[in-house]
């Protein structure tokens, strides 16, 4: 048969109809299309359409109140050809098997985009963690690793913090983990999850890994486009982990953040309120530490979300969920660069559209891969029972994003490609070379 597959033939033989609104088939429509584009295999393709493993548990909850709830939580294993799963765990009210799938399938290609050593996986758990008290929180944690058991382990699928999740979280996942070991077998063992706390487990760097990660990879690729660091305007769609770092490295660099959206609320840049060119970046993460949202910032002035999107910046950075930019909003941007913070924020029409209006995106799989990196690097000072410097973990994640970075530009050049595409072929390069070095088992 041709290498030569069409993707609705191909959904077919794998049961399944192809759906334009699916986060996955969305997901794996890009993979297909890459792999299309460098003649990778069919029969790499068929394997890469379908994770290898989906685990979904069902387990129960004690809440404070003495009374039980039984909550469902999810593992997807996608690929390990190029080592042990990795991916974070997400605690939300609206996950669902699709789209963790959607997630452990780019886990695996952003694994591959940087050359880590390191498979594919997402997992999570449909809550509302806001709406949780603490104790809840540990007791479902605990609960959620033991169900996980032996599918989880340091040499095997190695969790990390998601949406919802935090250092503290997986502080809970490793001690659990090490508590159900045989004594004899614990060391080591808390390398089961990476984004731990410094104190037990951690990494320097990790907390700000994937902000640090974006700023490096627009170090590469921002001069291509004829920006300077030092003089871009940019906005924030989220202001949690990836946001707020990724807002206040870049204002460190000489950047002015003009405008943040998060659940919320949005606030905008107002010269009569802030000493510099753009919103205090520091005081804004604080005033969200504090508050829980960049709403009533005393530093900015609240707008709609409507105006927040028509703002003009050079940089529009979204930084929270998935599917955030799309056909009914993605014409009101006034932005010359969009810059995935996070995971498959542009659905595929509008990224269609914004190819159209000569609109660059810098896709996620690059750009937030800063998160994996240093999580990679934490799981190699677990497993050789090391801490490394700060200086150390920084250069090491520079070395490998700033490689990341060229390889997929080089790509883009060679096969006259968008940025998307080239990522996407570039992790596919590496996986096809490594399926055919090692063979498809047996
Ligand atoms: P987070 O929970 O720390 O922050 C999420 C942010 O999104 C918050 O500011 C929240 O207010 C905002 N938000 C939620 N719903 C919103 C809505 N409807 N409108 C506007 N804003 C909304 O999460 P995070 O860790 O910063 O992750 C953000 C994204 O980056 C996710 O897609 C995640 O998968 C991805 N990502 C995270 C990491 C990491 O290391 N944390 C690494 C790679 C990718």
């Not at 959607?102 to 390191?118: D, F, G, I």
């Not at 706390?197 to 990879?217: C, D, I, K, N």
């Not at 170090?219 to 807002?247: C, H, K, Q, R």
């Not at 530490?289 to 105006?307: H, M």
């Amino acid at each position: 048969m041709s290498d030569r597959l069409d993707i609705a033939d191909l959904f077919e033989e794998l049961g399944y109809e192809y759906r334009q609104d699916n986060l996955y088939h969305q997901t794996i429509r890009s993979v297909l299309d890459a792999a299309e584009r460098i003649g990778l295999p069919r029969s790499l393709r068929l394997i890469l359409a379908q994770p290898k493993n989906e685990l979904m548990v069902h387990f129960p909850v004690k809440l404070d109140s003495g009374e039980h709830r039984l909550v469902k939580g999810y593992r997807v294993q996608h690929n390990n050809v190029l080592g042990p799963y990795k991916g974070g765990i997400r605690y939300h009210a609206a996950t669902s098997l699709d789209h963790v799938k959607a997630l452990a399938a780019l886990m695996t290609m952003k694994c591959a985009v940087a050359r880590l050593p390191l498979g594919g996986a997402k997992g999570g758990v449909k809550i509302d963690p806001h709406a949780m008290s603490c104790e809840e929180l540990r007791g479902l944690t605990r609960r959620f690793t033991s169900a996980l058991g032996t599918n989880i382990g340091p040499a095997y699928d190695i969790p990390a913090p998601d949406v919802g999740t935090n250092a503290q979280t997986m502080a809970w996942m490793a001690d659990t983990f090490i508590n159900l070991r045989d004594p004899h077998d614990r060391v080591g063992a808390r390398g089961v999850v990476t984004g731990k706390p410094l104190e037990f487990g951690g990494s320097h760097g990790r907390e700000q890994a994937t902000g640090q990660g974006l700023v490096y990879v627009l170090e590469e690729l921002l001069p291509e486009l004829g920006l300077d660091m030092m003089n871009v305007t940019f906005s924030l769609i989220g202001y949690g982990n990836v946001g707020s770092w990724a807002g206040r490295l870049l204002t460190r660099r000489g950047a002015a953040l003009r405008a943040v959206m998060d659940h919320e609320g949005a606030i905008v840049y107002d010269s009569a309120k802030s000493s510099g060119e753009g919103l205090d970046a520091d005081a804004l993460a604080e005033h969200v530490k504090q508050t829980g949202s960049v709403v009533g910032f005393p530093g900015g002035e609240p707008i709609s979300e409507e105006d927040f999107y028509r703002h003009q910046v050079d940089l529009l950075i979204p930084a929270a969920l998935e599917q955030m930019i799309h056909v009914e909003n993605v014409d009101l941007l006034d932005c010359k660069v969009v810059v995935e913070g996070a995971n498959a924020p542009v659905t595929p029409l509008a990224d269609e559209r914004l190819a159209e209006r000569g609109i660059t995106v810098l896709p996620a799989i690059l750009v937030n891969v800063g998160g994996v990196t240093v999580s990679y690097l934490e799981w190699k000072q677990n497993r050789q029972c090391e801490t490394w410097v700060p200086e150390h973990v920084d250069r090491e994640m520079k070395r490998l994003l700033v490689s990341a970075a060229q390889r997929v530009k080089h790509t883009s050049d060679t096969l006259g490609c968008d940025l998307r595409t080239a990522a996407y072929c570039s992790a596919l390069e590496h996986i096809g070379e490594v399926y055919a070095l090692r063979g498809i088992f047996p």
